[in-house]
């Protein structure tokens, strides 16, 4: 079955850590760049962060730079979020998502279930 | 950055819906719409602003004019209660539009 499955969430305190796991099954993930999109609780689609097919390229949004770092091993079929220096505001579904794409456009076509972050005192 | 209208809608079964989404800047075509119900990841409904992924019904279309793109659902279904996005994939960060809830009366 052709899937993404997020693990990984859980309950911190502000200004600790946590890192997501995004496994492939499936399907070889070797050939596709991977996203993470987050979801406050009540609110909309927020893009975090990309990492390209190989690793050797990735972005951030301005709210989590310096602060998450994406990598992969693709040898385990897996994506990870490391995220440091967690802040309330972080609280959020965390999903990734599979990109794929040609010349006329990219998309994001398999989405895992999500995992839950929540940053409370 | 993408302007989604409207935030929320609500329309009987069998009408035809639009949503729309704008771009504050050229973005080729590289726009996508997701469905996403409550609890559920998002799910593709339409990439490259007008082609329909597979195993989508075809009531639902995608259209575009420079910086303006609309999701269309021909005759709306009850299933179709959900919130959908938009989504631009031209340049980073890859943004949504904020959302658009439809309910069914």
């Known amino acids: 079955q052709v899937q993404l499955v997020e693990s990984g969430g859980g309950v911190v305190k502000p200004g600790r850590s946590l890192r997501l796991s995004c496994v492939a099954s499936?399907?070889?993930?070797?050939?596709?760049?991977v996203h993470w999109v987050r979801q406050a609780p009540g609110q909309g689609l927020e893009w975090v962060t990309f990492?390209?097919?190989?690793?050797?390229?990735?972005y951030y949004a301005d709210s989590v730079k310096g602060r998450f770092t994406i990598s992969r091993d693709n040898s385990r079929n897996t994506v990870f979020l490391q995220m440091n220096s967690l802040r309330l505001e972080d609280t959020a579904v965390y999903y990734c998502?599979?990109?794929?794409?040609?010349?006329?456009?990219?998309?994001?076509?398999?989405w895992g279930q999500g995992t839950l972050v929540t940053v409370s005192s | 950055q993408l302007t989604q209208s409207p935030s929320s809608l609500s329309a009987s079964v069998g009408d035809r819906v639009t949503i729309t989404c704008r771009s504050s800047?050229?973005?080729?075509?590289?726009l996508a719409w997701y469905q996403q119900k409550p609890g559920k990841a998002p799910k593709l409904l339409i990439y490259a602003a007008s082609t329909l992924q597979s195993g989508v019904p075809s009531r639902f279309s995608g259209s575009e004019s420079v910086t303006d793109f609309t999701l269309t659902i021909s005759s709306l279904q009850p299933e179709d209660s959900a919130t959908y996005y938009c989504q631009q994939l031209h340049i980073y960060p890859y943004t949504f539009g904020q959302g658009t809830r439809l309910e069914i009366k």
């Open positions: 990492i390209s097919h190989d690793g050797g390229n990735n």
């Open positions: 998502a599979r990109e794929d794409g040609d010349d006329y456009g990219d998309w994001f076509d398999l």
């Open positions: 499936g399907f070889t993930l070797t050939s596709y760049a």
């Open positions: 800047q050229g973005i080729s075509s590289f």
